[in-house]
């Protein structure tokens, strides 16, 4: 029986995140579970789902999203639900923009809460908030978070970046407009105003945004874990990460995972022993530790089913 | 004489004293000018992703309102007036319309 948590070691920093990447459907979720149980055993675990698919309500057999349950002494696990906390988030600001009203009806304002939840760009936001929480919660020595498919948490990794260049212009711009006010109210003898709201409020977003983007970029505070399974899209996808956290993250995945291995007469009979083949070779040419886990014959719906997966683990590169 | 020389200087002190106020004036009307700019440019950048013009999150820009009550009801105040641009020509020509 193979380690998933001692082919990850070293896990540094508290919270130590892993995040499981890989195409949809891969196993991502099962992957989570696996680890996030063997990591129980060192410390306080924390196992959290990004995934829209949600998955893990079932395995774990939790009632809801959105809040922390206690599986056992070691482990828990949360199912967020990306549409209500945009909802959440987006309805905290209806009073102020009601507050403004007045004023903003002039540019048409009014509705802007009301469809703000399906602008684009604020299910990264959401993700992106919860992990910037995650990073700063030392009560679990590790978490892992289950992604949404590939495309929407690769643009939520990149995002603190994103942020703090938009950030260092609004701060450019900001701190000019607070020195000229300083400047002409001095000369005009009027009061002057040294502290500024909104350069304070981009200030705070900066530090939290650069701690995200730091930490996402450090080895001791997070690992990859990339989920591929032996086809031609999901290891076109596991390149397409690979090569994301090569130039966007400067960062290395700690463990690669193939999954649902056909054996091979049930691959022949199904035509696909080629297919499987050409990607299990690829698969063992790329240079990082990798595992792989053969097709469950009953597909796993419990958190039974997935412990048990761990006996047929094979370590390709160790 | 001597008061004459007195009231010639009087004079002078006040003549350069204008001078200086008019250059102060003149520096401060730049410095007016180059803050209102700025303050535009900020205000478009935070509320344009309100009313579609992509700049920055929209989130961020709701996070950012917080702290710009005055400026928007100054830019409302700016914007009303707008809506009435003819009205506004007219009366800064003076008389009655």
Known sequence: ?????????PLEGRPHVIIVLGK????????SILIASELKTQGKTLLVS???????????NLRRSMEIVEIDDNLSACQLDIEASARELTSRYS???AELFPSLTVLNLEDVTKVLKYAPGVEEEVFLRWLADI???REYSYVVIDTPPTGISLRTLVLPRLY???L???INIRERIVSLRYVISKTLGREVKVSDPALNKLYELKEVYSKVKDALSSASRTSYVIVTNPEPLPMFELREILNFLDSELMMKPKLLVMNKVL???VATKLGTYDEQARAIEEFKSIQYRSVMIPYANNPSSRLEDIVKLREFIVVVRG | MFKLVKRFLGELVLFVKGINRAILEDSVSALELEYSELEAAFMTIVLGPLVGVKTVSPILSLELLSTLKDEVKFLESRALKGKDLLGDLMSSLGGEW
Request: hydrophobic share 40%; net charge neutral; glycine share 10%.
């Open chain 1, 1 to 9: 029986m193979s380690s998933l948590a001692g082919l990850l070691s």
């Open chain 1, 24 to 31: 949809g459907g891969v196993g991502k979720t099962s992957t």
């Open chain 1, 50 to 60: 990004f995934d829209q698919a949600k998955h893990i309500l079932r395995y774990l």
């Open chain 1, 95 to 97: 009073d102020l923009v």
């Open chain 1, 135 to 137: 990073y700063e919660n």
């Open chain 1, 164 to 166: 703090l260049i938009w």
């Open chain 1, 168 to 170: 260092d212009k609004l």
């Open chain 1, 263 to 265: 054996p091979r007469d």
